[in-house]
């Protein structure tokens, strides 16, 4: 389970998160809605620790993300992230994107490491495209790999942000797709998303941020058929 | 035209110029190697929060980078004397094309490090890779591909700029030539068959590294 209580993150004078509450259960999916520079992707990096907080607490398992003794890069092994910008590894292979991560961090011998990675790769629909380099790749096959690399180390949990705002629109519906596939497999996942089908569609609750706060939090139809946060309906009304 | 090319004082002393052509590249490649090493850290300290390193390494590449090569020379040969610091030819041209190179490349490698987005990094620790794994795996291979073209050329003008090394009394090739030249008066043969030597130097080198690249660089572009 993750869980936030009452988080509070500045970059300097500006205050992004104003006290962010959050649960999310096991093989639950929650998408994050809101508008630009609402906070969304900043507490995605402070799940994982990328971005420190200066008040509250996060826990991830019971494990505290901004206690000082915890071992960050152990419990990101747990959490899967994939970014907005495709940010593949541009000087190695496909297989060896996904491959690296098992080898240096979790030990595995190159073998094995490589056998997991194929087996990724293919997951996500790619495994014909095992020797070849980032650079080769269309935008939703390079997103594919980061969902690839993310999952080679078998996280518990999964970070979405924006995977899909910067592809063109024809290739969002192959790295949606994947994510649908995840969702089914029972993979509990944090979604900021812009797409609204996807949000109705595959998570259970759909969390509405604004200003730094959660506005509106509830199942997602409920929550995007009958908003009750006037933000929310001023939001839905624009991207609809 | 009364001059007579002779050019037999030039065959005759090939086995001294060869040697000292070795001499050459000796001086130029631990130049590089310390000048390479030092680069790296200054281009870390230029990007240190920490305002003592950011300033000295600050000073260093200014310093390196817009005095004349031949002053750093002397500097390192007979500035020093002044505080009983006495280097012998060698270590003073070492020191000073080190000094030189560091500085150029601190510059280089910023430019590199500056190449490589922050999302790698981000991404890299969201796997779980520590900074130093994500350093070794993620940027310096990154880096350096960026920075392999920018390196070679530098080698190469090292390797010319240590002919300079003949004025602080090293025996390197220029300096092995002159010795010919003023012992056999053959100025024009020997300059000739330095230049010569110089010339297939540099592009050995270039062309060795060209190779090396194209085999260590032949997948992904940054
Ligand atoms: N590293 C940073 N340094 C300074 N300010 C930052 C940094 N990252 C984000 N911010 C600021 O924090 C605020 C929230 O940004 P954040 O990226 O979390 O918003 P978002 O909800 O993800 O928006 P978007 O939909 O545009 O991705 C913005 O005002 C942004 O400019
Ligand atoms: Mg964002």
């Known amino acids: 389970m993750i869980e936030l209580k009452n988080i509070h993150k500045s970059f300097g004078d500006l205050k992004v998160l ?44 019971g494990v505290v993300v901004n206690d000082k003794a915890t071992d960050l890069n152990k419990l990101r092994q747990k959490i899967g992230m994939v970014f907005q910008q495709w940010n593949s590894f541009p000087h190695l292979t496909a297989l060896e994107n996904v491959a690296l991560a098992p080898r240096v961090v979790k030990g595995l011998s190159k073998n094995e490491a490589k056998e997991i990675a194929a087996k990724q790769l293919a997951h996500v629909g790619i495994g014909d495209k095992l020797d070849v380099y980032p650079s080769a790749l269309s935008g939703g096959q390079q997103q594919r790999l980061a969902i690839a690399r993310a999952l080679a180390m078998e996280p518990k949990y999964m970070l979405f942000d924006e995977a899909t705002s910067a592809l063109d629109p024809e290739l969002v519906g192959e790295v949606l797709d994947t994510m649908r596939m995840l969702a089914s497999e029972g993979m509990t996942m944090i979604v900021v998303t812009h797409e609204m089908g996807f949000a109705r569609d595959v998570s259970d609750r759909v969390a509405f941020f604004h200003e730094g706060r959660v506005e509106e939090i509830g199942p997602a139809k409920t929550v995007l058929s009958s908003p009750k946060s006037e933000y929310l309906q001023k939001f839905l009304a624009k991207v609809h | 035209m009364d001059y007579q090319f002779l050019w037999r004082p030039v065959f005759k002393a090939l086995p001294e110029l060869v040697d000292a052509a070795f001499l050459t590249m000796q001086v130029s490649i631990i130049s590089m190697i310390i000048g390479l090493s030092i680069g790296l850290l200054l281009s870390f300290g230029r990007r240190s929060k920490y305002f003592i390193p950011r300033t000295l390494s600050t000073i260093w590449v200014e310093l390196a980078r817009n005095t004349p090569v031949l002053f750093q020379i002397f500097f390192f040969y007979w500035g020093l004397g002044e505080f009983g610091i006495f280097l012998s030819s060698y270590v003073a041209v070492v020191t000073a094309l080190s000094f030189n190179t560091a500085g150029y ?74 010795y010919f030249n003023s012992r056999t008066f053959r100025t024009f043969e020997f300059f000739a068959a330095t230049a010569v030597i110089y010339y297939i130097i540099a592009k050995l080198v270039m062309i060795a590294a060209r190779l090396l690249g194209w085999k260590i660089f032949k997948g992904g572009k940054t």
């Open chain 2, 105 to 178: 490349m601190a510059e280089t490698f910023r430019g590199g490090f500056n190449a490589i987005s922050n999302t790698q990094l981000q991404a890299s620790r969201s796997l779980g890779m520590s900074f130093l794994q994500t350093q070794r795996y993620i940027i310096i291979p990154q880096v350096l591909r960026v920075v392999y073209y920018p390196m070679t050329n530098q080698f190469i003008w090292v390797i010319l700029m240590s002919s300079l090394g003949m004025l602080a009394g090293l025996r390197e090739l220029t300096g092995e030539t002159q």
């Open chain 1, 18 to 61: 104003k006290g962010i509450d959050l649960k999310v259960k096991n093989k639950e999916v929650l998408s994050v809605i809101g508008a630009s520079g609402s906070g969304k992707s900043t507490m995605l990096y402070c799940i994982n620790g990328l971005e420190p907080i200066q008040g509250g607490s996060i826990s991830v398992d």
